[in-house]
């Protein structure tokens, strides 16, 4: 890919930082799925936060005693996450927060950087791109995203469909 004209290499950053304050880039929930504000279960199986910031509803004696009583779960109960989807659901939530949503599509599907989604990429040419990218993209230090975090976000998006519309680049399915 031939590198853009120097005046492109100067305004693209000042576009980008546009783009991060319109979609909300400085805020962590910027972005986020429904989901990831459902409801959280609490020790006890009791529904927690229903949504950002709210809290779980007080426990009771009542509901203490109850559940004392609960029969065990049904064998139809989703087993409990493995470290594969707890990984991946960290690496959205990492995606999200460092804007990086607002270049490649908030299901890494590509919009005006290439579709990440079910990347060919290892671990290594993930931590490589990240921290110097080919491109226009912005280097991201170790301070702010961890070799962990990428492995999260590099377990993420492979755990994700692939779009029906690709938008090349290297690492692309």
Do not use: K, Y
Not at 52 to 65: I, K, N
Not at 75 to 83: N, Q, V
Not at 116 to 124: F, G, I, K, P
Not at 129 to 151: H, K, N, S
């Amino acid at each position: 890919m031939p590198r853009p004209p120097a005046r492109m290499r100067v305004a693209l950053p000042l576009l980008l930082a546009a783009l991060l304050a319109a979609c909300g880039g400085d805020n962590p929930d910027a972005g986020l799925t429904q989901s990831t504000h459902a409801a959280e279960a609490t020790a006890d199986g009791t529904a927690g936060a229903t949504a950002a910031g709210q809290q779980p509803a007080p426990r009771t004696a009542a509901a203490d005693a109850q559940s004392q009583d609960a029969p065990p779960p049904a064998a139809d109960t989703p087993p409990p996450l493995d470290s594969q989807t707890a990984a991946a659901e960290r690496g959205q939530g990492i995606f999200f927060t460092n804007g990086c949503n607002a270049c490649h599509g908030n299901t890494a599907e590509g919009t005006l950087g290439p579709t990440l989604a079910q990347t060919r990429l290892d671990l290594a040419a993930v931590v490589s791109q990240v921290r110097q990218p080919r491109g226009v993209m912005p280097a991201f230090a170790t301070a702010f995203i961890a070799d962990e975090q990428l492995a999260d976000v590099l377990a993420w998006l492979q755990s994700l469909p692939l779009p029906a519309r690709i938008v090349p680049g290297q690492g692309t399915p």
